[in-house]
């Protein structure tokens, strides 16, 4: 397998589409990127998996499948060897990538909107609140301006005319 092979499986799931990352190929869903050709000089196409699914690769295949070095390494971001693969193993890998985008996606599609219908009630509940303090404030500019509190008030300060 090689980069061709890479772009035209990836290409294949659907709703995919190919943009470019830092020069580097990337193949998104929905806008959110689950594989690269970062690594295509090196003979690697590189897949976004989670850290469990990356160790699970690797410990079946680790001749076939590399954690990419550092941090992104640490997050799931794994190599997979173009040259080793056959076209079952890269089909595979990067519909294993492709499912956890669309897994990821769909998860914060929910959250967003759980998030803002809880927007909603915390602004109609703010909206009662600041209404309430309003009221308070009204009620007690009332007791304060009545000519009994004024009078205690220059009393208190030494304000007699």
Same mark, same amino acid.
């Given at each position: 397998?090689?980069?061709?092979?890479?772009?035209? *499986?990836? $290409?294949?799931?659907? !709703?995919?589409? /190919?943009?470019?990352?830092?020069?580097?190929?990337?193949?998104?869903?929905? !806008? =959110? *990127?689950? @594989?690269?050709?970062?690594?295509?000089?090196? !003979?690697?196409?590189? #897949? *976004?998996?989670?850290?469990?699914?990356?160790?699970?690769?690797?410990?079946?295949?680790?001749? #076939?499948?590399?954690?990419?070095?550092?941090?992104?390494?640490?997050?799931?971001?794994?190599? *997979?060897? $173009?040259?080793?693969?056959?076209?079952? /193993? #890269?089909?595979? @890998?990067?519909?294993?990538?492709?499912?956890?985008?669309?897994?990821? +996606?769909?998860?914060?599609?929910?959250?967003?909107?759980?998030?803002?219908?809880?927007?909603?009630? $915390?602004?109609?509940?703010?909206? !009662?609140?600041?209404?309430?303090?309003?009221?308070?404030? @009204?009620?007690?500019? @009332?007791?304060?301006?009545?000519?009994?509190?004024?009078?205690?008030?220059? =009393?208190?300060?030494? #304000? +007699?005319?």
């Amino acid at each position: 397998m090689d980069a061709t092979d890479f772009r035209r *499986i990836a $290409l294949s799931l659907e !709703g995919t589409e /190919e943009k470019s990352h830092m020069g580097a190929p990337d193949f998104r869903v929905s !806008g =959110r *990127i689950y @594989a690269t050709l970062a690594a295509e000089r090196q !003979g690697y196409g590189n #897949l *976004i998996l989670t850290p469990e699914l990356q160790a699970a690769f690797v410990a079946e295949r680790p001749e #076939l499948f590399i954690p990419v070095a550092g941090g992104w390494g640490r997050t799931g971001a794994t190599h *997979i060897r $173009l040259a080793a693969a056959n076209e079952d /193993e #890269l089909e595979g @890998a990067l519909r294993a990538a492709w499912k956890l985008r669309m897994d990821r +996606n769909e998860t914060a599609r929910n959250k967003a909107r759980d998030s803002s219908k809880q927007s909603s009630w $915390l602004r109609a509940r703010d909206r !009662g609140s600041i209404d309430e303090a309003k009221q308070k404030k @009204a009620e007690l500019r @009332a007791r304060l301006t009545t000519p009994e509190s004024l009078e205690s008030v220059k =009393r208190r300060y030494g #304000l +007699n005319d």
